[in-house]
């Protein structure tokens, strides 16, 4: 039963960070989507061990347990903030489950959710505080955030965070993404040798991945603006 539990959990966050990939460049849903199974394998893999240890953290993953299931039902406002008859919310999970890692994941649910609602000052406030340091979930919060200063048009940050990203993740799997996200920002600002430095090290570095496959395209596009 808590191996299952915690296999669903994984999934939940995996669906959860994959989906905020999707904000930036709605083109490239289909590729985003295909990832879905891949992004956050080790979501709960690092809590698992003392999840049931404590009282005060099985509390807390009780606590946001009824907040995932709100969030699977694209109900990001209850989840975010609670319902009258007897949930916390994400905001209160973290705040009053502070320093378990239950609260912490609690924090980029909730960032994830401002996100969904279109609040992306506030969304990088929460994806900002969740300590992830592992080669997949944190990369995944960053280039989210990366995704929402994009949205408020803060393209400098944004694509530090998705370079970042791209960096810390160094896989065939995460990283040409972001580095494809930040390409296309860097073309938009018209640092076309950013750009094509980041398409080239999709080309270069990560050339088993999907997106290597059309690579060349980007990066002669991005060679005609330099015309």
Do not use: W
Not at 26 to 31: C, D, G, L, V, W
Not at 75 to 86: F, V
Not at 133 to 156: F, H, I, R, W
């Amino acid at each position: 039963m808590a191996e299952q539990k915690h296999h669903n959990e994984q999934m939940n966050v995996e669906d959860a960070l994959t989906q905020s990939e999707a904000f930036l460049i709605k083109n490239k849903k289909a590729i985003i989507g295909g990832i879905l199974a891949v992004v956050i394998i080790v979501a709960g893999v690092i809590m698992y061990k003392h999840l049931y240890s404590e009282p005060r953290e099985e509390k807390a993953q009780a606590a946001l347990f009824k907040g995932q299931e709100l969030f699977e039902q694209d109900d990001y406002a209850k989840a975010l903030n609670g319902d009258s008859i007897g949930y916390k919310g994400f905001l209160k999970v973290a705040e009053e489950f502070s320093g378990t890692k239950a609260a912490n994941l609690a924090k980029a649910y909730a960032g994830i959710c401002y996100a969904h609602l279109g609040q992306y000052e506030d969304a990088i406030k929460y994806l900002n505080q969740f300590d992830g340091t592992d080669q997949m979930v944190g990369p995944a919060v960053l280039a989210a955030a990366g995704n929402c200063y994009a949205q408020l048009e803060q393209l400098d940050k944004a694509t530090a965070a998705l370079l970042k990203a791209a960096d810390k993740a160094d896989s065939n799997t995460l990283s040409p993404i972001y580095l494809l996200q930040a390409g296309e920002i860097l073309v938009k600002q018209g640092k076309i040798d950013e750009a094509i430095k980041a398409y080239t090290a999709i080309k270069d570095k990560y050339f088993q991945s999907y997106q290597a496959m059309d690579i060349d395209k980007y990066i002669e596009q991005a060679k005609l603006l330099k015309k």
